[in-house]
């Protein structure tokens, strides 16, 4: 277990849950990490637990290590998986949420393509009761909308800044999901004929921000000649990859790498976060993720001036806000999505 807790930024855990009927867990499936919680019915978190994501074994590691991050939150709010009264699952990729598979997934175990029947696997684990699943943006936005730092609005939009680029949408007081795939923020196209994607096609936003194109132009760069600490800092911390613990540090430091990089993935969020405004006209911009959560708090600022030259209505500008359930964001609304309403 890499991490146990009780404790957490929203709320804390009191003791044993006296009601076990009424308490649910929640899974957030990322592409370094897994952050499962334990939470009550108003959404208190009663127990967590963190565990690195697998890169390799194929689904059914992915499933095992769900799992065990569930067993070590419920452990920690003190009950069993067992006795959960549902658990939901926030994932990325194709999520069927009415047949509970996961299909095309690139950040976890290798990846894979067909539709894969998570949420029937991680039933047979936790004993037969609910698993719900849903798209890990999506649902960490609604967990924002209703408890954190959109709970003020109507309508919010979520940028969810970490290995990928995701985005989740709320609009009157409904979440928006499209045909299943709205707010795919990171795969609007900044740049035609830019940078390959993740994903495979050119210029989308997450080949500039997301993480793991990030750290992929970094290490073209490292072996061109070009230095950078980035990597020091990777080994110095027994890392396989550029976390958002090493972006910030490398950042401080005043890297010449990082700072390009962080700065033109700054441009081209700004650019699309504008764009969306301009179609929807929403209140409020939500930015959670992992380098969200670490590097929003500083460089909030720096992302509305890079919205401003692309706003078509400069006087009304989104209120604009860092997500307040941090790493947990996620995970919470997974579990909100397996039963829990505010």
Partial sequence: MAEASAKNGHGAGNGKPTDKARIWGGIDLGGTKIEAVVVDARGEVLGRARHPTP???GPGE???ELYGALGDAAQAAGIEPSKLAGVGVGAAGAVDAN???LAHTSNVAGGWDAPYPLASDLRDLVGGGKVALGNDVQVAVAAEYKLGAGRNYRSVLGVWW???VGGGLVLNGVPWRG???AGEIGHMVVKPDGARCGCGRRGCLEAY???????RKARAAAKKGEKTVLFDIMREKQRTRLSSGIWARALKEKDPLATRLIDRAIEMLGVTIASVINLLDVEAVVIGGGLGARLAP???GRIQDAMHPHLFMTERKPAMHVAELGDLSGAIGAALLAGPQM
């Fill in 55 to 57: 890169t390799t074994g």
């Fill in 179 to 181: 045909r299943g795939s």
């Fill in 99 to 101: 047949s509970g598979t």
């Fill in 298 to 300: 500083m460089y909030l």
């Fill in 162 to 164: 970490g290995t990928g």
């Fill in 209 to 215: 921000a997301g993480r793991a194109c990030m750290e």
């Fill in 62 to 64: 992915v499933v095992k």
